[in-house]
């Protein structure tokens, strides 16, 4: 058979472990510590399983798992097919040998799980001191992180501002450079001026004496000329003298016409005297033109001599001016040579002081190298540690999912083994829950209290035990609660049958008893936390678990639909308009069962849900279409039988595998007798009908305790409807209802009459509906419809 068991939290296991310990009736086993017995594989035979208390159980022994597949598999034997004495011994005996194997079973179990908090312990110490070392190691290393950092930074800024010093040294270098270049180049300057003024001192002195001389050649040229004037007015003075000669000559020619040829001789030579007189005039002029000619010219150049002079002075004044600002601006520069030189001084004394400094901060960082250097090699040296206690937890890991994989087979094998025992008890199992006394002065104890529980270890929380008319009455079912139980409680016993639905079992839940007993407060509960009941915790947890079956490839629809069954009628109360029409009896619902032993309800409103949430609205929605009136007994009766049915269909991608599952969950209407009930009319069909529908369960019942051929089914809508669960393959729970109330005593013994009837049924064995994908092309596919 597939595994239909999830792992489980061990606090949750233990949870199972006591349910089912309490559900099997048994004592917790004193604990014998089974480490060794688990280590040696096994172990259960080295000593006697513990007996059941107040029995003496024979020992039966186990060796391991094939003990336990030799005991599933034994046949049963028989004198004859009607030898019914012989095999209800075989059966018991073997019954017997399956509780002692269970014990075995979770002696082992505690075993393991002793070993597996043990390992657990260990993990945590080992994890706690890891963490702390951790802690410890990273506390240093952020430490030293954060010196290294810190000299970093110091290093750095101290880096930068030497950088900076450096710089600002460079540029005052550089500017003083530049200053001496500048100065030298102004004193280069300044003897280039001084050797040009010395030059231009020169050319003006020069340029004096040649004025000077330009001035005594002009002298005497004025004085030559004076002196040629001179000669002029001489020569022309000469000239009137010689025309007077002439006039006397010409006069005396005619005296002295004869000796006029002397005298023309006298003439010629005469005019001779007179042509190189003239022409020594003329050349006087030449000259004279000459001699002015080079007067304006020396006049020119004495301008020009002056003008140079002008220029030169002019030149030479700019020059000293020049002068005077060069050695103004010589004497500024070495002025700021000198304070640059100042300068320079502070800053190699301030660089030598920095480079000090960076020495020391240089050591200083070594120092704190070589520190980390030491730190690398304790990180290493820790991380190598917590490498091995790394590997260690990783081992003791192992080790634990060893222990929880053997848990969790022993787990499977141990819900196997319970399956086997239901499937083999065969009945319906049989809750019993009483109700708290409702109003203050009955709990007060003014209320004669007529249900008490036994005493004995052998019937703790399975008996009951009513005092009706003086006499006591006493009950054993799988599961007594008593008014204190929480819903909390009363759920937990039952969520193993709720997972069964998720395994692919038909699940029928049934709430009995009495009006105002506590069914609908059983399965519906009330707003509220702690007040939910059985269908909204049922929903809850197949939720939840559907959800982390998916991890496993799980993958589950689920469709919903809700009915109640009112006077003999069925109506839908997820009908989308439930309009009046069908209140009146309208439309017409059918029952089918299929050979698969699936039921279905033709034309009734199925909702594909989701979450939680998708059921609880439907619910509220159903609630408020749903049959309530009052009562003598009940503010809030149900005046209807309520069935829920979620239907199951879960594929595994992975392992091809499909189930299919059907929760029933079921508030039944309150018995109630109609002489105490007084009700008339409406509320006399209502309860007639009701009690009606009742009787038809507990004839259904009664024949199949007796094991008649023939059961009526049909002879009521409720009991056709819970065919399959009370006559087929169903894992099947009712709830006994019962109020404490003396008033009640009757029907309370009624209730809890008809309910020893229904757990002495034996309804057939529980089937799950599975197949694999491969099979599932065949004819014989699950419907998901
Ligand atoms: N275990 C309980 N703890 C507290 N209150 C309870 C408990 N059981 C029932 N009650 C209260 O008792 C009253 C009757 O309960 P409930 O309506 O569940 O009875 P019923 O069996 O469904 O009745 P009917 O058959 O008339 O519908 C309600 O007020 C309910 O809250």
Redesign the pocket.
Known sequence: MASSLTPRSPHQKKENLGSLRRGMGYNAPPRRNVLSAINNGGGANSEPAPSEAGSEAPAFEFSGREDVDRLLNEKMKGKSKNDYKGRTEQMSEYIKRLRACIRWLVELEDGYLAEQEKLRGQIDSDNARHAEFEAQLSGALEELKAANLEMTTRCDSLEESLNKEKAARLLAVESYEKEREERESAEASRDVLTVDLERVTHEAKRFSEQLKMVQDTNKRLQEYNSSLQQYNSNLQADTSKNGEIISKLQREKSAMMEAMTNLKDLNNSMKNQLDSSMSSQKEAIRVKEELRKEVECLRADLQQVREDRDQSVAQLNTLTAELATYSEQARKSSKDSELLRIKAAAFEETCSSQQEQIETLQKQLAVATEKLKHADVTAIEAMTGYETQKETIKDLEERLAYAEFQIIEADKLRKKLHNTILELKGNIRVFC????F?SDSDSNGQEEAIISYPSSVENAGRGIDLLNQGQKCSFSYDKV?D?S???DDVFVEMSQLVQSALDGYKVCIF?Y????????????G?PGRD?KGIIPRSLEQIFKTSQSLESQGWKYCMQASMLEIYNETIRDLLAPGRSSSEMAGGKQYTIKHDSQGNTTVSDLTTTNVFSTADVTSLLEKASHSRS?GK?Q???????SHFVFTLKIFGSNESTGQQVQGVLNLI??????RLTKSGATGDRLKETQAINKSLSALSDVIFAIAKNDDHVPFRNSKLTYLLQPCLGGDSKTLMFV?V?PEASSAGETLCSLRFASRVNACEIGVARRQTQSKSSSDNSNRLSYG
């Open positions: 829950r009483v109700r708290p409702l609660f008014h139980a929480s819903q709430a008893g009495q009006t105002g007993s506590g069914k609908t407060y059983t399965m519906m009330k007040q309530v009562t007994m009940n503010e809030q009766s149900s005046r508030d039944l209407a309150g018995s109630e209802n109020s």
